[in-house]
């Protein structure tokens, strides 16, 4: 019974063994693919081979953790060689996340890719296998302090110096490690390879993945600024400029009949007080009136003059006749005729 009874935990590590290898093999197999098609990353064939590595890489870790698998008491050395590729898992969980496609969760979803590759660099920190300086904060609180004071800007050309240098480095070092990693594939991949070659591979793969990180970190921590920049900018648009209210649109009607102007109104601010047809009429009255008053005006002109005139003739003919009396009384009857003188 005890025999059987520890026999069982034996069977139990080799079921689980197979299906975390394959679920590794199956998420780096996906991200090979995400990352060498022509398809939009966007689209939605590959957020779902996304999707199924996340997921994969989710159970692996899990498996990890009831396994026990590492621990931050042993050494490089006590860690056998078929196990060394699950120290992936971190890094590549955190290069999955990159390639969700979410923006309203973009900044979500880079803090929790950069968490991840953070953990996997503090593993191989700590189990010595590269050497590298961890990544500080993304808010560059520590930057900020160590560049504080008259010699912050000096300081600053000396980190951006070192910073490009260390880039530099980085790259040579990727470009021979995928060498390295070229040679030993085919022998580990075929089974034709020895304990040391595997485990020269495995840590070829990891040390990869190291320079991998810190360079997506690198690029996360300019992608938070932007973020937050962004979100801070939107909220102080928000909340300085007070919301619009906008009138609702109010239609009008031009009516043409009283009957009309009951059922729909009138439609403008000042309400008419009669309608089209109304008005013309009224315009038609006033201008027979005026008309009127023209003519009247004219014919009252026409009798005023009419009547100056005969009053000036009537004093004309009295002046002459007065005249005439005058002329009679101091000249005699036939004076002045001399057709009758002999």
Known sequence: MAEAVAAAPEDDEEVAGPRLSQLLESSRRLLSEVE???ESTNSRFIQEK??????SLE????????????????DL?????????????PALRGAFTLKLVNLSQRLEQVQSARAYFVDFLKQCKNYQIAKFDLPVNHDGTSMKKSLEGPTGSQQILVAMASHRQAKIERYKQKKELENKLAALESAVENGRADEEQVREYYLLHLQKWVTISLEEIESIDQEIAILKTRDISKQA????????????????????????AKVFGSGYPSLASMTVTDWYEQRQKWDTFKNSTVNFSQKAEQ?????????????????????????KDTHPRGYGNRQNMG
């Open 59 to 74: 159970k692996a870790s899990r498996m990890m953790a009831q396994l026990d698998l590492f621990s931050s008491n042993e």
């Open 303 to 327: 009798e005023e003059d009419q009547e100056t005139k005969s009053e000036e003739d009537e004093e004309d003919s009295l002046h002459k006749r007065r005249n005439w009396d005058d002329w």
């Open 50 to 55: 996304v999707k199924q590595g996340l997921e």
């Open 237 to 260: 648009s928000t909340s300085q400029i007070p919301p619009q209210i906008i009138p609702p649109f109010r239609p009008f009607v031009l009516t043409r009949d009283a009957t009309q």
């Open 77 to 89: 050395e006590e860690i056998a060689s078929s196990d060394l590729k699950y120290l992936l898992v």
């Open 36 to 38: 060498n098609t022509q």
